[in-house]
């Protein structure tokens, strides 16, 4: 693995994961699969560059990882765990940065 594409592939995931995702995208995101598909898609676009099996692929892995986070995250916000609120927001980006290392082969050139 190249470093440079590696610190590349964080700081896009950073810009698209949460400079890109709108209030409306992160709030709605737990309760509906639009907005989920909204805020994947939309990251998704910034991997394109990357190659498109290796965004469609982090598409899927990202969507997942966003379903089940971010349901879990609103019922701990909601119950006022925010330990576990942030021990889960931890994950779920732990989770992101494994599925982009994971499909790290799938890059083109």
Known sequence: MEITTIVLLIWVHF??????????????????????????????????????????????????????????TTKLWIAEKRHWFFVVVGLDQALHMTALMVTYPLLVG
């Open 15 to 72: 810009f698209a994961d949460f400079v890109c995702q709108t209030d409306k995208m992160a709030i709605n995101k737990s309760s509906s699969n639009k907005w989920l598909s909204i805020h994947v898609g939309i990251y998704s676009l910034f991997l394109i560059p990357f190659g498109i099996e290796f965004a469609i692929v982090n598409f899927f892995l990202h969507y997942i990882t966003d379903y089940i986070s971010s349901r879990v």
